[in-house]
């Protein structure tokens, strides 16, 4: 049997760390995948670092199994800069429409430049 994670991209860019942004960090970090954040709040680190830590206690609390390494959390400045070498962008935003436009334009700008960059993808 394949292993499922082999599908998994390497890196993820991550726009927003909140609740939902936050789990997906979880999600991302513990099989493995490295994950890009930008989040304009100042404690994002801090937040996003409580859920993984509540993530591994619940993975630990399901399985026996062994787990993958754990992937790398990189906080990032700007959505760009989280955008950029990403093989899955994923916006987690508060639902104010003006703000995702944006974080969708700052992301889509440069992604035209290569034909084979993701697209964001509305988390």
């Known amino acids: 049997m394949a292993d499922p994670r082999a ?11 909140g609740v939902i942004g936050g789990g997906w960090a979880a999600r991302f970090l ?5 994950v ?4 304009p709040d100042p404690d994002a680190g801090r937040k996003v670092g409580e859920v993984v830590e509540n993530g591994r ?6 399985t026996h ?3 993958p390494g754990e992937g790398r ?3 990032c ?17 508060p639902e104010r429409e003006q703000l ?17 960059s993701p697209r964001p993808h509305p988390g």
Do not use: W, Y
């Open 30 to 34: 513990l099989n493995g995948v490295d």
């Open 73 to 75: 959390l990189v906080l």
């Open 57 to 62: 206690r619940a993975m630990r609390r399901l």
């Open 100 to 116: 995702k436009r944006e974080l969708f334009a700052r992301v889509e700008a440069p992604l035209r430049t290569t034909p084979s």
């Open 77 to 93: 400045a700007s959505a760009e800069e989280a955008a950029a070498g990403a093989a899955l962008i994923v916006e987690s935003a």
């Open 36 to 39: 890009r954040l930008h989040d």
């Open 7 to 17: 599908a998994l991209p390497e890196t993820v860019a991550l726009l927003g760390g």
């Open 65 to 67: 199994a062994p787990l």
